[in-house]
């Protein structure tokens, strides 16, 4: 039988869309599939070395349980409202034994993820590759193509 096949495309920067692709891909090659992931635009930002900087916005995000829940336009006029998201969301997946961002990438690398930097993008933001963990590789959306067209799955988060 072929190897099965996962293919992902990130395109979210934040700490709370980190997540799924870490999550998805490491449990993939778990499982015996091939993965790659496709960091573009502002995925790029789960590459860097230090993922201090990533924070998660309440807005825009009706979803996200908030202690007191408050409309998009009071998050937008409340100054601090990002950071105690952010705090909050460490917080919680901490006391529920959830693993950092950080350590789920490392499961990846571990597990010979692929993991590919838009070249576009690194080029358009002027990225600097140095700030990339180790065994990044450069390429475009061809190269992702190559192995998305033949997988049994793609995703696009």
């Not at 990339?132 to 475009?140: A, M, Q, R």
Request: with cysteine.
């Amino acid at each position: 039988m072929d190897e099965k096949k996962l293919a992902i495309i990130a395109t979210k920067g934040t700490l709370d869309w980190g997540y799924p692709p870490f999550i998805l891909a490491s449990t993939a090659a778990a499982l015996g599939y091939a993965t790659e992931i496709f960091f573009t635009f502002y995925g790029l930002q789960l590459l860097k070395k230090d993922l201090g900087h990533l924070r998660v916005s309440p807005l825009g995000n009706p979803a996200m349980p908030m202690p007191v829940p408050m409309p998009n336009f009071v998050m937008a006029l409340v100054p601090g409202m990002e950071g105690m998201a952010t705090s909050m969301m460490k917080s919680k997946m901490k006391s529920k034994g959830v693993a950092s961002l950080e350590e789920l990438r490392e499961l990846c690398v571990e597990a010979e993820v692929r993991m590919i930097a838009c070249q576009m993008t690194v080029d358009l933001f002027e990225f600097d590759t140095s700030d990339f963990i180790d065994g990044v590789e450069l390429g475009g959306a061809a190269l992702f193509f190559e192995f998305a067209g033949e997988a049994d799955i793609t995703l696009f988060i």
